[in-house]
């Protein structure tokens, strides 16, 4: 039986919730796959109350790790022997999502060199008529194999 890619296994989950991360953060955080391709990923997620501040918006800190694990679930995409660890995370905040919200995750490699990568993800309204929140990251190539699927 041929064994599958790390991609291979995030398009096996579109239009579901992704149930194979090896992040129990990220389980715990329930992203429905929308799209994947090698180098980036859209995520879907419904905002719950134990996402958010007091006043039922999406918690900043939510928001910060939604974007560091969608961004992982990139490099996730790009089938790496190694695991690659989080440099920096600059999180610009635009417009709120609030509790019973949908909102959307979206992806993308800005430059891949051989020991560093810079990634962005937008996290936008369910229309994408309002951007919520853009990260920028920068992650470091480790010698940490990763596990099997």
């Known amino acids: 039986m041929e064994k599958l890619t790390r ?3 995030l398009q096996n989950h579109i239009d579901s919730e992704f149930i194979a991360s090896p992040s ?25 109350e134990e996402m958010s501040n007091p006043v039922k918006s999406l918690h900043g800190g939510v928001t910060a790790a939604i974007a560091d694990d969608c961004i992982g679930a990139t490099m996730f ?11 920096n995370l600059v999180v610009d905040y635009f417009a709120p999502a609030f509790v019973g919200d949908t909102i959307l995750a979206k992806t993308a490699i800005i430059r891949k060199g051989k020991q560093i990568v810079n990634a962005q993800c937008e996290i936008w309204n369910k229309d994408q008529t309002r951007l919520i929140a853009r990260a920028t990251s920068n992650l470091l190539k480790t010698n940490i194999v990763k596990k099997e699927l």
């Open 7 to 9: 991609l291979q296994v």
């Open 77 to 87: 995409s790009l089938n790496e022997e190694t695991f690659y660890t989080t440099i």
């Open 24 to 48: 129990p953060f990220m389980l715990w955080m329930k992203p429905i796959v929308i799209a994947a391709e090698q180098g980036s990923v859209t995520f879907k997620y419904t905002v719950r």
